[in-house]
């Protein structure tokens, strides 16, 4: 973006006491800070897919919102409105997009931290936390963009408020809805995402598709309680819209009309149609003047491609010529002579306090887990479930060297399906994640506050999933019958959820979505299963699994960990037979006819007194997968 050097007029300053003083008379929300907010020469180059050629997306657009304003932004589908919307609202317009553009608040360029502190973004798709109530949703917002800004008194104002303005007061303790339990509805969900973008009272509200998936009745009402305010508060609102019905365009007091990334038309409502009239594309009367300019902008569907372009490039020359935009054009450009003086923000950025976020999200984290299945309950049912069957199936299992394979089995067969069995996780993750880059990127906490509460959440609830099916597996399978062996295998089952479930938040944060984190977490569980040391023993490993992979496989700790608790200190029977007794391993004990279980350790190499290195490596690779997401989801940013 361009900046501006040597400005003069009054300075923009946001202070805490700024947010906090808009009245306990005046509504909060109320913009005494933003005049307008203007845009010129907005040009966007990305690389072609196909010829890598720079191609230009956007071409020189210009326009201008005043306070109390709402703008449309519409054209047919491709023709560049989130691309622009993203542009005006200082976020990345395009991956590997050159962007040229200046956009001025009261013709001043602020820096992007003032520009974040006084806009705020709801994106196309609701991301909420379905097991939260609409009223819950809206104190946390509230708690996450104001504590320390604002009192709690005042924040529970704000919430009332926003409930109350927004239509939501009946459906204040109604949850939003999980895949298992129908909540409000989508035009609420809609509603409820927009008033949590305005608790942090932005003056500037940008919002993407806010209408789509509604039907006409609930667009209407949508935007008809963001009009009102809007208008109440003097708030500016820049929407990229489709096909709005006639009574929901007009609720906007301006259009920008876009075709092929250049503008159309650029004003007001009311002057639509004699605008369009005057250039000679005359619009029928009883017609939604939205249809309207979308069916004369769209040549999708056309029949002649090169009659389509030229109507389309006639009706850009029309407007680039037009008396209206020469002017909206030089009134752009004396705003933006007049001003000088800098932008500055008192404050500091919100997600400096990471400590209070992190608090604050460790208990929105919690109300979820507890109230939402999908997060641990189901994982809870399936692994006892689990353990119950595993009891049953290797039953009262009694110390012989018979055996001595099948207790190796149900270890082998429960440490990896105990970590496979995380994948269950990677819904729940991937809503937080969402919600977590949507609040990210509205200034309201980092990555290092989601992910560190994220995994201290999921800490006890492990604990109690391992301590349970453990105690199921480990008593009824009858493994070495001794309380400190128990507790050793609870810690060894604790430490491979823990693994299991950073799996998961590594894999969900490299690929952000459920058919991608779950392929690739289900074949991270593969790899790791085959290179336990079990399937082949370490020594006999191919030397590229071996040293690319056995050596960070957190299940090869694991499964060595509880073979050593169960075979380290106990001794098994040999087989009698009618010349007396067979032992499939010579062990000091042969002559009494019973073998160590250290010679079950010595056949797949592992060594008693390992434990606290073993446990030392499990908690790296924890460590590492858990910075190795973190790394990914900046690195998205
Ligand atoms: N790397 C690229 N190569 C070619 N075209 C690209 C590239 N990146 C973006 N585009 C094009 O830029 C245009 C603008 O995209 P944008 O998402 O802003 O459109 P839109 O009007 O919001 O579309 P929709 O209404 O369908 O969401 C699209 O036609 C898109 O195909």
Same mark, same amino acid.
């Given at each position: ?48 897919r ?14 201008e ?21 993203n ?16 956009v ?42 104001? =504590?320390?800004?604002?009192? #709690? *008194? ?5 919430? @009332?408020? /926003? +409930?109350?303005?927004? $239509? ?7 949850l ?22 305005l ?40 929407? =990229?819209?489709?096909?709005? #019905? *006639? ?5 906007f @007091?301006? /259009? +920008?009309?876009?075709? $092929? ?22 619009m ?24 389509a ?29 007049? *001003? ?33 299945v ?21 039953l ?9 394979q099948p ?71 009858n ?159």
């Amino acid at each position: 973006m361009s900046g501006k050097p040597g400005a003069t007029s009054e300075q923009i300053t946001l202070t805490d006491i700024d947010v906090e003083q808009r009245g306990h008379d005046n509504s909060y929300l109320e913009n005494q800070i933003v005049q307008s907010l203007s845009w010129k020469n907005v040009t966007v180059v990305v690389p072609d897919r196909e010829t890598k050629q720079p191609k230009e997306i956007l071409s020189a657009i210009n326009g201008e919102v005043a306070a109390g304003e709402m703008l449309a932004i519409m054209g047919p589908s491709g023709c560049g409105k989130t691309t622009l919307l993203n542009v005006l609202a200082q976020r990345e317009a395009s991956a590997k997009a050159k962007v040229s553009a200046t956009v001025c608040i009261n013709g001043q360029t602020p820096p992007d931290s003032a520009f974040r502190r006084l806009s705020s973004y709801v994106e196309a798709d609701d991301a909420l936390i379905g097991s939260l109530t609409v009223k819950e949703t809206l104190s946390f917002a509230a708690k996450l963009s104001l =504590s320390g800004v604002v009192t #709690a *008194t005042e924040r529970i104002r704000r919430v @009332d408020e /926003l +409930l109350q303005s927004f $239509g939501l007061m009946n459906q204040a303790n109604i949850l939003i809805g999980t895949l298992v339990r129908k909540g409000i509805s989508t035009g609420q969900k809609r509603r409820l995402s927009v008033a949590a973008q305005l608790i942090s009272a932005p003056k500037i509200l940008f919002l993407d598709e806010p209408t789509s998936g509604l039907d006409s009745a609930a667009s209407y009402k949508v935007m008809s309680y963001v009009r009102n305010v809007a208008k109440k508060n003097k708030l500016i609102v820049i929407a =990229s819209i489709h096909q709005p #019905a *006639t009574k929901t365009f007009e609720l906007f @007091d301006k /259009l +920008l009309l876009l075709s $092929g990334g250049k503008t159309c038309y650029s004003g007001s409502i009311a002057d639509v149609k004699p605008y369009f009239d005057k250039i000679g594309f005359e619009m029928p009367v009883q017609t939604n003047p939205a249809d309207f300019v979308l069916d004369l902008t769209n040549i999708d569907f056309e029949s002649d491609g090169d009659v389509a372009q030229g109507k389309i490039a006639q009706l850009q020359e029309a407007w680039a010529s037009s008396p209206t935009a020469l002017d909206e054009k030089a009134r752009i450009a004396a705003e933006y002579n007049s *001003t000088s003086e800098p932008l500055t923000l008192a404050s500091e950025p919100m997600h400096r306090r990471y400590m209070t976020a992190t608090l604050i999200l460790l208990h929105r984290s919690f109300i979820k887990s507890h109230r939402d299945v999908v997060v641990y309950g189901i994982r809870f049912g399936m692994y006892l479930g689990l353990a119950i069957m595993m009891g049953t199936v290797w039953l009262r299992l009694v110390p012989i060297q018979s055996n001595m394979q099948p207790f190796t089995n149900c270890i082998m067969f429960g440490s990896c399906f105990m970590s496979f069995m995380a994948v269950v996780y990677v819904p729940a993750f991937l809503e937080d994640r969402m919600v977590c880059i949507k609040e990210r990127a509205n200034g309201m906490y980092g990555t290092t506050a989601f992910l560190l509460s994220n995994f201290l959440i999921g800490l006890p609830y492990l604990f109690i999933i391992a301590f349970v099916s453990s105690t199921f597996t480990y008593w009824m399978t009858n493994f070495r019958p001794d309380g400190q062996a128990f507790m050793v295998w609870v810690m060894w089952m604790y430490l491979n959820l823990v693994a299991a479930e950073s799996l998961v938040v590594l894999m969900s944060c490299l690929f952000p979505n459920f058919v991608g984190a779950l392929a690739l977490t289900a074949m991270a569980n593969g790899i790791w299963m085959a290179c336990d040391g079990f399937m082949v023993q370490l020594p006999a490993l191919n030397p590229f699994y071996r040293y690319v992979f056995s050596y960070i496989d957190y299940q090869a700790y694991v499964f060595g960990g509880l073979v050593v608790n169960e075979f380290g200190y106990r001794i098994y029977k040999c087989a009698e037979t009618p010349d007396g007794c067979w032992c499939q391993w010579d062990t000091p004990l042969k002559s009494q006819c019973l073998i160590e279980g250290v010679a079950v350790l010595n056949q797949y190499g592992y060594r008693l007194g390992e434990t606290s290195k073993h446990v030392g490596i499990t908690l790296g690779i924890i460590f590492g997968m858990r910075l190795m997401g973190w790394a990914a989801m900046q690195w998205r940013k």
